[in-house]
């Protein structure tokens, strides 16, 4: 079945704990991205990747690191964790990258982070 | 700056009535393509309709449709026959060098 995993699906944790959340794909996929969904401000992009070794910041980078090493994977690391990083995290992933990006994007289930 | 703005931050329709919901972008882009995504209480993101821009003809997904309106940079999502399935958070998405999301629209369906 085609899909995105993330795991774990829900995390408590607390400051300053060091933290990954993983994110996998088996559509063989270039374009891999992560998301932060909190109310109110609907869906923010962290980091998006083009395809392994090529990663970029989205619109909320600060206190997050990802890593493209292999194309099906792209973890999230949290290095430090803040209380302002609770938050649904997603991960998505679409066929192609580039300018014209014309795939739609397959989410992965959520993965619910509170830090204390 | 591109943006996605979604108006309605909830909406109520009663069972088997149609709805509309609104979203407004903004970009200088020529060629971008605009999504609505759903997500019931799940928490999973469900596609539910695209339109690419450079289509004059509304994209339709069964009850599901769309009125795109590229002068205007509008591009709203109209429900038919509403159910008590389609509760959910619906957001609407615009891709042009990067995907960007409105705030999303919280519907209710009333039996």
């Known amino acids: 079945e085609a899909q995105v995993t993330q795991n774990p699906r829900y995390l408590i944790t607390v400051t300053g704990k060091k933290l990954t959340v993983t994110c996998s794909q088996n559509m063989n996929h270039e374009y891999m991205s992560w998301y932060r969904q909190d109310p109110g401000l609907g869906l923010r992009q962290i980091y998006y990747s083009m395809n392994v070794e090529a990663t970029d910041k989205g619109d909320v980078p600060e206190g997050y690191k990802v890593s493209r090493k292999e194309k099906r994977n792209f973890p999230l690391i949290l290095e430090s964790p803040s209380p302002n990083q609770t938050s649904l995290y997603f991960c998505a992933s679409s066929l192609t990258a580039g300018r014209a990006l014309t795939d739609t994007q397959y989410f992965g289930p959520g993965t619910r982070l509170t830090v204390l | 700056a591109q943006t996605v703005t979604q108006s309605q931050p909830e909406m109520s329709v009663q069972e088997a009535e149609t709805v509309t919901l609104s979203c407004t972008y903004d970009?200088?882009?020529?060629?971008?393509?605009l999504f609505w995504y759903k997500q019931p209480p799940s928490r999973q993101m469900i596609l539910v309709i695209r339109q690419e821009a450079y289509k004059q003809q509304n994209a339709t997904e069964n009850r599901f449709s769309v009125n795109f309106q590229k002068a205007a940079k509008s591009f709203s999502l109209k429900i038919s026959d509403s159910q008590l399935g389609d509760a959910a958070m619906y957001f609407c998405?615009?891709?042009?060098?990067?995907?960007?999301f409105g705030k999303g629209t919280r519907l209710h369906i009333l039996p």
């Open positions: 998405a615009g891709r042009y060098d990067k995907i960007i």
């Open positions: 970009t200088s882009e020529s060629d971008y393509y």
